[in-house]
């Protein structure tokens, strides 16, 4: 089981509209709605990769109501896929939940966020409303409950995203510290200070993009800004560089890869995709390579997807031989 | 008691963004969330204004169970207000709600609509889900209690706002109808083709805008449009203009009004309160005159207010007696 922590859970609403113009009325053609957050759509790919899953964060109100029958509805509908595929007579609903549902119920309301899909450009404008407030007991229930879950002795643990209010700035370090107490790799995918102090605790891999990297080393070039991050503390940095595909510093070495072609599409989860991809190989305990190569092929199926954050099972099978993984040079 | 109709209510929920720009990520800075839908923030004016109404129009699914919990939440604290307002120490919770809940629920989910504050410009931009679909069983069950409540001797009924998919074009006709023939008389607030059939019902009077009007009618300009729509079937008509107040053509006369300086503001909801103060002024059966005056300056008021949708007390206490109220010529 790999585990995945989403404190600033979200559900995720999409909205198709012909034309956004601002101050403008619009009539909403079409609304899905989602779970959302960093870590829950880690899980989902990890999921559709075969690997289960248990999702933890806080969750809560009338949203939050909403994203657990989502996450259990997904869960159902998967499992009766997986029976069908195996010839299974089950009843229907047999199988195993490759997502399993360990969120922790707070006070506050869970976020939305709303991508508005304009159908002409097809941009999306993205709106994201704040997180609960946590309090200071809720925190420490979560961390109790989360050193209950490490152990169960997950393959892995992934950290993601924002921290919703209350929080406490330090509190990816906290969490860090906890897996690697209990020795369980540890992957980190946030941003600004929750990330510079998440680094000081030496978690396995971190996953900034370009942006972040820079943010908190002060360095553009990528290569140089890695080995910063890398010498603040992380054993691997794993930058994901846009269309430029992703840069990887290990101690033993430094990969960079990318796809042959350049991809138009929809960036939207390619991120969370990379980071599963990322996961996948370390709980197999595979060599950085092929990780970096799994990492690159499943964010550019989720690119190409027809549905924003999902993966493209054919593409990325497509994809991954084609991944080219060459040494980095020091620049 | 005054009745609003509201069939596709809405969860209204307000975005505040520093700025908004299209194909951008917006941290929402601030959320809130109110009953909306036309017939529901007529309700919300009305009961200010001290009169008690009962609000009805479908409601289902998560998003309703908010809806109501916030209509339960404005009553407790509007009869509260009322109970201190009048130095009674009776319990907390005592006094007559003003507004009334008698929302008929549905297998489908309320529609949730979002307006974005853009914090640089003042401007909104309006994201309006499509509602949910009603069922044939579902809208005769609707009808059936509408009857119900019109014999509990409304003195008024408002029709407002658009209609959800599934209940049929002719809903405001035969509701305009079924009020008729109990003698309680109906204000219509819708646009397009339902407004078309409702007046052919002849409601007692019809609030379009300028654009709306024009649309049935084909006319630009407002007083002959105003005419032309009350030929087709209502017995007034009372045309919102914008800034430039309202026009009321009656069969014994035709007036215009408006406040004596223009205002900025936010126009949210100004429309719903001119409604709200033509029906204040229908149920104690002033004169023409007098219920134009009250639905401009209650609609100037709501343009003034800080708060997008709500009106200010003292603002419509100051301009009721400003409002300027002329004979209108036939062009």
């Given at each position: 089981?790999?585990?995945?922590?989403?404190?600033?859970?979200?559900?995720?609403?999409?909205?198709?509209?012909?034309?956004?113009?601002?101050?403008?009325?619009?009539?909403?053609?079409?609304?899905?709605?989602?779970?959302?957050?960093?870590?829950?759509?880690v899980a989902r790919v990890?999921?559709?990769?075969?690997?289960?899953?248990?999702?933890?964060?806080?969750?809560?109100?009338?949203?939050?109501?909403?994203?657990?029958?989502?996450?259990?509805?997904?869960?159902?509908?998967?499992?009766?896929?997986?029976?069908?595929?195996?010839?299974?007579?089950?009843?229907?609903?047999?199988?195993?939940?490759?997502?399993?549902?360990?969120?922790?119920?707070?006070?506050?309301?869970?976020?939305?966020?709303?991508?508005?899909?304009?159908?002409?450009?097809?941009?999306?404008?993205?709106?994201?409303?704040?997180?609960?407030?946590?309090?200071?007991?809720?925190?420490?229930?979560?961390?109790?409950?989360?050193?209950?879950?490490?152990?169960?002795?997950?393959?892995?643990?992934?950290?993601?995203?924002?921290?919703?209010?209350?929080?406490?700035?330090?509190?990816?370090?906290?969490?860090?510290?906890?897996?690697?107490?209990?020795?369980?790799?540890?992957?980190?995918?946030?941003?600004?200070?929750?990330?510079?102090?998440?680094?000081?605790?030496?978690?396995?891999?971190?996953?900034?993009?370009?942006?972040?990297?820079?943010?908190?080393?002060?360095?553009?070039?990528?290569?140089?800004?890695?080995?910063?991050?890398?010498?603040?503390?992380?054993?691997?940095?794993?930058?994901?560089?846009?269309?430029?595909?992703?840069?990887?510093?290990?101690?033993?070495?430094?990969?960079s890869a990318a796809v042959?072609?350049?991809?138009?599409?929809?960036?939207?989860g390619a991120g969370d995709?990379?980071?599963?991809?990322?996961?996948?190989?370390?709980?197999?305990?595979?060599?950085?390579?092929?990780?970096?190569?799994?990492?690159?092929?499943?964010?550019?199926?989720?690119?190409?997807?027809?549905?924003?954050?999902?993966?493209?099972?054919?593409?990325?099978?497509?994809?991954?031989?084609?991944?080219?993984?060459?040494?980095?040079?020091?620049?």
């Amino acid at each position: 089981m790999i585990l995945t922590v989403t404190l600033n859970a979200a559900l995720d609403l999409t909205y198709r509209v012909p034309h956004l113009v601002p101050h403008a009325s619009h009539r909403v053609r079409e609304v899905t709605e989602r779970p959302g957050g960093k870590g829950l759509n880690v899980a989902r790919v990890l999921g559709a990769l075969g690997f289960s899953t248990t999702v933890t964060g806080f969750v809560g109100g009338e949203t939050g109501r909403v994203l657990r029958a989502l996450l259990a509805a997904n869960a159902e509908a998967e499992a009766e896929a997986e029976a069908e595929k195996e010839g299974a007579e089950g009843p229907a609903g047999g199988g195993t939940p490759r997502v399993t549902d360990a969120l922790v119920q707070v006070a506050g309301r869970t976020r939305r966020t709303v991508g508005v899909v304009d159908e002409t450009t097809g941009d999306t404008t993205q709106l994201n409303e704040p997180g609960p407030h946590i309090t200071p007991e809720e925190w420490d229930g979560f961390l109790t409950f989360y050193r209950e879950l490490l152990g169960r002795g997950p393959a892995a643990v992934a950290l993601c995203g924002s921290l919703p209010p209350g929080v406490p700035v330090g509190a990816y370090a906290t969490l860090v510290r906890e897996a690697r107490t209990a020795r369980i790799p540890v992957l980190l995918d946030t941003s600004g200070e929750p990330l510079r102090r998440g680094l000081a605790a030496r978690p396995d891999i971190v996953k900034p993009n370009a942006e972040e990297l820079a943010g908190i080393t002060g360095t553009a070039e990528p290569l140089r800004a890695a080995r910063a991050a890398q010498r603040r503390g992380a054993h691997a940095v794993a930058a994901s560089l846009g269309a430029d595909g992703m840069l990887l510093v290990a101690q033993d070495g430094a990969w960079s890869a990318a796809v042959p072609e350049r991809l138009a599409g929809n960036p939207t989860g390619a991120g969370d995709s990379a980071v599963a991809g990322l996961l996948s190989g370390l709980a197999e305990d595979l060599p950085w390579p092929d990780r970096l190569a799994r990492a690159v092929a499943l964010s550019a199926a989720t690119v190409r997807s027809p549905v924003a954050g999902e993966f493209d099972e054919a593409t990325y099978a497509q994809l991954l031989p084609s991944v080219r993984v060459r040494k980095a040079e020091t620049p």
